[in-house]
């Protein structure tokens, strides 16, 4: 899959411009500046590839990657921003909640939760909406260099206890740290499986 080659395909901004259901795809979501940008670069191992969908403009499109010609990675827009304005945040929740329940396709939702902050209310919302469209998600557990092990192990008990509330949730969490690589070919190899 990542031995492959890895394009962008396309910024969505409606269910119209999705590309067709072809393959099988996984998303990714988290509040903005989790760290999913630097994450899909270091699954991808293309340095530049996500800064695209992190640019004015492009961050309420849903950006598709290719992997290989055999799975899509779809970034969702980052969300939580404090200063988006309310029309903005409505058109992009009827629009994430029109891809999560229509997109058959969808394997799984990774969820990206900052390993020094653990879950806030939004990723609650958005793990709420995901039960309810019956999506399985996992959570990604980002920048975990940042954190000591004590602290690691006690954000890592608490996503357990949350996790358990939600009927869609995948128990194992992975902690990742994309400027060390930790948990990168975890996730990768998490990935492969689902086609
Ligand atoms: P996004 O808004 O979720 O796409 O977040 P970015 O990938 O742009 O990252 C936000 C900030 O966190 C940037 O300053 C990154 O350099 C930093 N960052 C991202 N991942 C890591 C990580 O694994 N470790 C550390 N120490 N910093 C990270």
Request: proline content about 4%; some cysteine; glycine content about 8%.
């Amino acid at each position: 899959l990542f031995a492959g080659e890895v394009t962008f395909v396309k910024g969505v901004v409606a269910m119209s411009g999705l590309p067709d259901a072809d393959r099988p795809e996984v998303c990714f979501a988290g509040r903005s500046n989790v760290g999913k940008s630097s994450l899909i670069n270091a699954l991808t191992g293309r340095k530049a590839l996500a800064r695209a969908s992190n640019t004015p403009g492009r961050t309420q499109e849903i950006n598709y990657f290719d992997l290989g010609g055999q799975t899509f990675l779809v970034d969702l827009p980052g969300y939580g921003y404090a200063n988006a304005p309310l029309p903005k945040v409505e058109k992009w929740q009827a629009l994430l909640k029109q891809y999560l329940s229509g997109r058959a396709t969808l394997r799984r939702a990774f969820v990206l939760i900052d390993a020094r902050h653990g879950i806030k209310p939004v990723d609650e919302e958005i793990m709420a909406l995901l039960d309810s469209s019956a999506v399985t998600f996992q959570c990604v557990l980002t920048k975990a260099d940042k954190v000591k092990a004590a602290e690691r192990d006690k954000m890592l008990a608490q996503v357990r206890t949350r996790l358990a509330t939600h009927a869609a949730a995948f128990p194992e969490i992975v902690l990742t740290s994309s400027e060390k690589g930790d948990g990168i070919a975890t996730l990768r190899a998490i990935i492969a499986t689902l086609e």
